[in-house]
């Protein structure tokens, strides 16, 4: 079982949309959670962080976790074209090891 | 400006030759980590330390070395035994705590020729 497991995608949505993206982690101490963005040939760029239970918003991102379900969620509302890139779940436990998935390609159609 | 700066942007290497990525940050972080990226692929931790001259071996380690020597710097060696190092290396770094968030470098694109 991979340490933290994301749909690789592509995920299309029509401009306008939610996108949904969606993350789950193997290690059930793990204390914090992130969802970096990545455009083709770029460097990863931190969206949000969550370290507990609930939802954190901040603009047109939320951001979900459910550490009993070992599930981490980032919501875009009012999807743009710029918002087609690599979304990046990070994990990082009491070791202070930050492990990423393997990215979803979000596509969003004009 | 505050920072993480990685050395060169592209590099080429014959194989059987080793090669050092250069990664400084000026941010006073304690910790640092190093990633690579093959095509179409998410990030896989090769090495990271935490404090000054400790360091911790990630998934891919074998075929790569590092130091910390100091806080600032954190050095990655591909050597010769790193039989595909054709691929796309990123550099990162946090305050140290576990509730902070890593911030990258620019990222080597390193090429085997």
């Known amino acids: 079982q991979k340490e933290v497991e994301q749909n690789s995608g592509p995920l299309s949505v029509p401009e306008g949309a939610i996108a949904s993206l969606n993350c789950t982690y193997s290690d059930r101490v793990s204390q914090s959670f992130f969802w970096y963005r990545q455009y083709s040939g770029k460097s990863p760029e931190l969206i949000m962080s969550?370290?507990?239970?609930g939802d954190k918003e901040d603009g047109r991102f939320t951001a979900q976790l459910n550490k009993a379900s070992q599930y981490v969620s980032l919501l875009i509302r009012d999807s743009q074209p710029s918002d087609s890139a690599t979304y990046l779940c990070a994990v990082s436990g009491a070791t202070n090891k930050l492990i990423f998935g393997t990215g979803t390609l979000l596509a969003v159609q004009p | 400006d505050g920072g993480i700066t990685q050395s060169p942007k592209y590099l080429f290497r014959k194989e059987g030759q080793n090669v050092t990525l250069s990664c400084e940050q000026n941010l006073n972080h304690d910790a640092m980590y190093w990633y690579r990226q093959d095509p179409g692929q998410g990030l896989r931790l090769i090495y990271y330390?935490?404090?000054?001259?400790?360091?911790q071996k990630g998934d891919i380690a074998e075929g790569y070395s590092v130091s910390r020597e100091k806080k600032e710097s954190f050095p990655l060696t591909v050597t010769s035994a790193q039989k595909n190092p054709t691929a796309f290396y990123l550099c990162a770094s946090r305050a140290g705590t576990v509730i902070t968030e890593a911030f990258f470098g620019q990222g080597t694109r390193l090429t085997v020729v």
């Open positions: 330390s935490q404090i000054v001259n400790d360091f």
């Open positions: 969550i370290y507990s239970n």
